[in-house]
């Protein structure tokens, strides 16, 4: 099971900001309570020009009746949307080009200059 999805793009009530809709899988195993909502805050609070911006999110449980072993049974169900700014050009990835990303990664230090000052 996919645990992100995306569903769309959308707009942000306030300011009319376009944003990305991702939303986790239902019942996606995610932190708890309290845990979870200080991560997302944190989350939100990082900014950086490379990362895209966590700029919302939606934690909603809801009851439901299921068939389980043959029974009926109510069960509380949990859906996580998070909010992103919308990228109008779509995934990075789509435009990087050159070696394959394990290939980036490799490092072999002995293949390194040394430089030093002149004094």
Not at 3 to 28: D, H, S, T
């Amino acid at each position: 099971m996919e645990e992100l999805r995306l569903i769309k793009q959308g707009v942000l009530p306030e300011g009319g900001r376009m944003i990305a809709v991702k939303r986790l899988a239902e019942n996606a195993p995610v932190p708890s309570g309290m845990t979870f909502a200080t991560e997302v805050t944190n989350l939100m609070a990082l900014k950086h020009q490379n990362i895209v911006e966590l700029v919302h999110y939606c934690h909603e449980a809801q009851k439901k009746v299921i068939q389980h072993n043959g029974r009926y049974v109510i069960v509380e169900m949990t859906e996580i949307c998070l909010c992103y700014e919308y990228l109008p050009k779509g995934s990075l990835d789509k435009y990087l080009d050159g070696l394959p990303f394990p290939a980036c990664m490799k490092h072999d230090p002995s293949k390194e200059k040394s430089v030093s000052k002149k004094k």
